[in-house]
């Protein structure tokens, strides 16, 4: 654990880490909360266009097991995975509307606006998409774990995609993204300190809860604890609210993964077998949790964890 601690320490020393701003995804997470919080759905202004087959959005939380599920949902042959690619960061500056600061113009969107962003939406997916054929006959799932803060946005454009959701022990994640070595930039400089790490997830779950409450979304959550111990069924209850139907196949997802590009630090972890050492690690370092684990609690007792963590 002080080797984490050095390690991070060190990070924060780098000239890059002072030109980031670890508070500014709190304050965009806070903007959003404000937002949706006070009746949104009847402030807007006009419904979106419908788009016939939208993108499903695949959100969590680093180091929730989005890669792992990420490759097996990637070996169905009716599913394209764009992983990590697009940012809905960059689109939020490039492409909408300045008369208001994001998320307030999202209320004051008119019917063409939303169309011009839906397809711009579409052009910038379609860069990352190799295969022209798999516009048309493949599912596109975009995954990006932290556009679960950006829920309220995809919801304004695709009001009717489908969400996963990639839940984990939360006590897992904080450690496990305190340990991870990721590229600096504002979300993921948090990650360098245990407190900063909890408050953001803290946060984060605070405002998908609202989300959860406030829009109509199709979504479901897939535990990553489940996933490991009973992999077929999790992946059958998945491909049935996807509307695909079941291929043995994605259970060879590790053959797949060899020599498939994946832009996560997970890569030799979706190679391997399935394994739960990296389940309830955290209690090997619980010492070093207990100042954290107040933050994260009531998420623990809210998907289901408080057993493990008592």
């Not at 397809?119 to 910038?124: V, W």
């Amino acid at each position: 654990y002080r080797n984490f601690l050095k390690s991070n320490e060190f990070f924060k020393s780098l000239p890059e880490y002072r030109l980031i701003d670890p508070q500014q995804p709190l304050k965009n997470i806070q903007a959003c909360m404000d937002e949706f919080a006070t009746s949104w759905l009847s402030r807007c202004k006009s419904k979106a266009p419908f788009v016939k087959n939208p993108p499903v959005f695949f959100i969590g939380f680093p180091r929730s097991g989005t890669t792992l599920l990420g490759r097996m949902l990637n070996s169905h042959s009716k599913i394209h995975l764009i992983e990590e690619k697009v940012s809905l960061e960059k689109f939020i500056a490039d492409t909408l509307p300045k008369e208001k600061q994001y998320p307030r113009n999202l209320a004051e969107l008119t019917e063409n606006q939303i169309r011009n962003l839906q397809i711009l939406y579409m052009e910038e997916i379609k860069k990352h998409v190799g295969n022209e054929a798999d516009l048309v006959h493949k599912l596109l799932i975009d995954k990006v774990p932290m556009n679960t803060v950006h829920l309220g946005l995809i919801y304004r454009l695709f009001p009717e995609a489908k969400v996963i959701f990639s839940l984990r022990n939360c006590a897992d994640v904080v450690l496990s993204c305190f340990m991870q070595k990721f590229g600096l930039n504002n979300t993921m400089a948090n990650f360098l300190d245990l407190k900063s790490t909890a408050n953001l997830y803290n946060k984060t779950m605070e405002l998908f809860e609202l989300y959860q409450n406030t829009l109509q979304l199709q979504i479901i959550s897939v535990r990553y604890e489940n996933l490991i111990v009973d992999t077929e069924y999790e992946l059958k209850v998945l491909f049935d609210f996807l509307e695909l139907p079941w291929e043995e196949g994605v259970l060879n997802y590790r053959q797949n993964s060899f020599g498939a590009e994946i832009n996560t630090p997970s890569y030799a972890a979706v190679s391997e077998k399935l394994y739960s050492s990296s389940r309830e690690r955290w209690k090997n370092y619980e010492k070093q949790l207990q100042p954290v684990l107040p933050i994260i609690q009531p998420w623990l007792e809210k998907f289901g964890y408080s057993e493990e963590s008592s």
